[in-house]
Every structure is written in C-alpha cells, then in structure tokens.
C-alpha cells in the first residue's frame, strides 16, 4: 500500500430526474429539503451509497447493509467477533485499543475511510477466569462528506399508488391499500468532501484507498435502483478531484469550493442549462471527469 500523496478534495454534481434521491422517513419520505425549498441528501446517504460501491468492487466493509451482507453476520458485533485478531482482543480482560485500532482499520476499508465507533460489553470469563471488560473505541477516518445541495430549488410531484392484493386474510375487507410515492422533477445535487492525510496516517488510508474512492464516485449509482430511483434516473454528470501534494494545502477546502461559478437556473430540466466553472489562484489544477 502506497502512502497517501497529500489532501484529496473533491466535489461531485449528480443528476435526478423523477427519482427520491434520499427520502425523509419523518415526512412521509418526501424528499428532503431544507426550509428554502432545495434538496438535501444527507452524509449518511452517500456513505452508504459508497461503501455498496466498494463492497461491489471486492472490498471488505464492516458497516453493511442487512440485504447486502455477504458474510452472513447479523450485527456489527458479529461481524467484529468473525474477524480472528479482533475476537482474541474482545477476549482480553483489558482489551488494547491501539492494537483493536490498527487490526480494525487493516481488515475494513470503510473503518479506515470514515471511521468507526466500536462499543461492546463484556463478555464472558476466558480460560483464566478473567471476564472481558468490554470494549469502546472511537476511530477518525480522515473522508469527509457534507450533506449535498441541490443547485435550485426542486420541485417535487407526488402520485397516489394502490396495493391490490391482500397481504393476509382481511375478513372481507377490500385488497385495495392507498398510498403516496413522491419524486424530484429534476435537480442537480453537489456532493464535497475531502481526505485529510493526516488521519490517514493513523488509520493506514492509502493512495490505492483513495483511486477506490474516486472510482466509487464515478459509479455511485450502480447497483442502486429501486421503486423510487428507477434505474438511471440518478447519476454523475461530473467530478472534480483535487490531488495535493502538500499534507496541508496553502488553499483551503473553503476557498476551493467557492471557487465555483454557477449560473442560477429556475425550474432546470435538464444538467447542460448550468454553466459550472471553476478558478481559484495558486491551487492544484483538478482532474475533471465528464460523464
């Protein structure tokens, strides 16, 4: 594993066209937006998005979703206990932190990508008769992911849907079960983020890490439809990624991201009404990938 070159920016523009990018379980899973009317995909949500992505490409990944799991583990804690190193350590009376750290950040890509809280109880006595005290560690990945914003406003249309068959006997009562499916006409999202080196130092976050992470960028859409994001109604449209050479760049994140000169567009229907430039003096020239 290479070690990682420098600080990483990058920012990433998607398109959804009649899709939910990230509904809102609080209401009614609308999709989200904030109280000037623009859409929101939360951090958790691209996450997620990407650790699918990298498990999709081989990767091992501790925080898998249940329809995903590809080694049959049913909790975090099972997955943790799966992993030899790491279960010799649960079994210590006095876990080392450090050791649990380092083993942890080895074995997942994501643990040493976001990082990871690992909080477990004790557990029974060992052969020495000395009970587990449990474990609680708190592990900093150096990616970084803000909540993205859409470039305007969206508009969101609902249509009414009906379940016409019975789920189990009704005694009579008729199959038909309304309910409400929404969508965004048609947005631009940004997604920023960044990789801090010198986190990545700690958790062994390398430069091969960080070309699966553009890579699951590009593709972040891949393997993601359903019922509310048909499949390539989201996807890239562009990605700016910024390779620094120094491990603290003399140009900020701040400063890179309001670099951005975007037009303002009403009521958008389709990415190319948006002229998206970038300029900043004295920063690393981004690669630009176009999809």
């Keep these: 594993m290479t070690e990682?070159?420098?600080?990483?920016?990058?920012?990433?523009?998607?398109?959804?066209?009649?899709?939910?990018?990230?509904?809102?379980?609080?209401?009614?899973?609308?999709?989200?937006?904030?109280?000037?009317?623009?859409?929101e995909m939360s951090d958790v949500c691209i996450k997620r998005k990407i650790r699918?992505?990298?498990?999709?490409?081989?990767?091992?990944?501790?925080?898998?979703?249940?329809?995903?799991?590809?080694?049959?583990?049913?909790?975090?804690?099972?997955?943790?206990?799966?992993?030899?190193?790491?279960?010799?350590?649960?079994?210590?009376?006095?876990p080392d932190k450090d050791a649990f750290t380092k083993i942890a950040c080895g074995e997942w890509i994501d643990v040493r990508s976001f990082g990871q809280v690992f909080a477990f109880k004790g557990g029974k006595k060992n052969a020495?008769?000395?009970k587990s005290n449990g474990i609680s560690v708190g592990i900093r990945g150096p990616v970084s992911i803000w909540q993205a914003k859409s470039l305007s406003p969206v508009e969101i249309s609902?249509?009414?849907?009906?379940?016409?068959?019975?789920?189990?006997?009704?005694?009579?009562?008729?199959?038909?079960?309304?309910?409400?499916?929404?969508?965004?006409?048609?947005?631009?999202?940004?997604?920023?983020?960044?990789?801090?080196?010198?986190?990545?130092?700690k958790t062994g976050f390398s430069q091969e890490d960080a070309d699966l992470l553009k890579k699951a960028l590009e593709t972040l859409f891949e393997n993601d439809a359903s019922s509310s994001r048909p499949e390539g109604s989201m996807e890239v449209r562009k990605l700016y990624w910024w390779q620094h050479e120094e491990k603290t760049p003399a140009v900020s994140s701040a400063k890179i991201q309001r670099g951005f000169k975007i037009n303002t567009v009403d009521n958008p229907k389709s990415f190319e009404e948006y002229d998206i430039d970038w300029y900043v003096d004295g920063c690393v020239e981004p690669e630009i990938e176009e999809f």
């Design 158 to 201: 609902s249509m009414q849907i009906t379940k016409s068959v019975n789920g189990d006997e009704t005694d009579g009562k008729g199959s038909d079960t309304m309910g409400i499916k929404h969508m965004v006409n048609f947005a631009v999202y940004k997604i920023v983020g960044s990789v801090n080196v010198q986190l990545a130092e």
């Design 4 to 39: 990682l070159k420098g600080k990483i920016d990058f920012t990433a523009f998607i398109a959804a066209t009649n899709a939910n990018p990230n509904g809102d379980p609080l209401n009614g899973n609308r999709p989200r937006t904030d109280l000037d009317g623009y859409g």
């Design 128 to 130: 020495n008769n000395e």
């Design 52 to 94: 699918n992505r990298l498990q999709d490409m081989g990767q091992k990944v501790f925080v898998q979703s249940d329809d995903r799991s590809d080694d049959g583990c049913k909790s975090l804690k099972d997955r943790a206990k799966k992993c030899e190193k790491l279960d010799n350590e649960l079994k210590k009376s006095k």
